[in-house]
């Protein structure tokens, strides 16, 4: 590739992320989260073609987040498998705690939500149709927060 991310790309800090959170690359650092694999491996796991995994592997690459080295088996060709760096790995660590808390606060915020308007029908404030709609609206906007599993 071209020696490493541009400078304009570089100077924004989110850009880390969109590189490093597509689907796909997040499988691809979570696979070599498990030690090296070679691409097509991968693609095989992940049941999309060589050449996607090669384009992602280069820009991941690129920014630092997976090495390669060459494998030299008993016979045949060597071959190139990737592993991801320390630094990769420091970043899903970082992401994950990221989205981890991220979704505890937005927990907090539906349950203070869902507290202030049990407390307006307590209080009269608001009828019980109203109340419902509201409610109905809060599980909504909160939806994928209150799915098992997601603590």
Do not use: C
Request: charged share 35%.
């Amino acid at each position: 590739m071209g020696g490493g991310p541009s400078r304009a790309v570089a100077d924004d800090p989110l850009e880390i992320v969109r590189i490093s959170a597509t689907p796909t690359r997040l499988q691809i650092l979570k696979l070599l989260q498990q030690g090296f694999d070679h691409p097509e491996d991968l693609a095989a796991k992940m049941k999309v073609r060589r050449q996607a995994i090669d384009k992602h592997l280069a820009e991941l690459f690129e920014w630092g987040l997976v090495d390669r080295a060459a494998v030299f088996p008993p016979t045949g060709r060597p071959r190139i498998v990737y592993q991801m760096t320390q630094r990769g790995k420091d970043l899903v660590d970082v992401l994950e705690q990221a989205a981890m808390e991220y979704r505890k606060t937005f927990r907090g915020d539906f349950e203070r939500e869902l507290e202030a308007l049990e407390a307006k029908l307590a209080a009269g404030e608001i009828a019980e149709e109203m109340y419902f709609k509201k409610r109905n609206e809060i599980e909504t906007r909160y939806r994928w927060v209150l799915r098992p599993g997601i603590d």
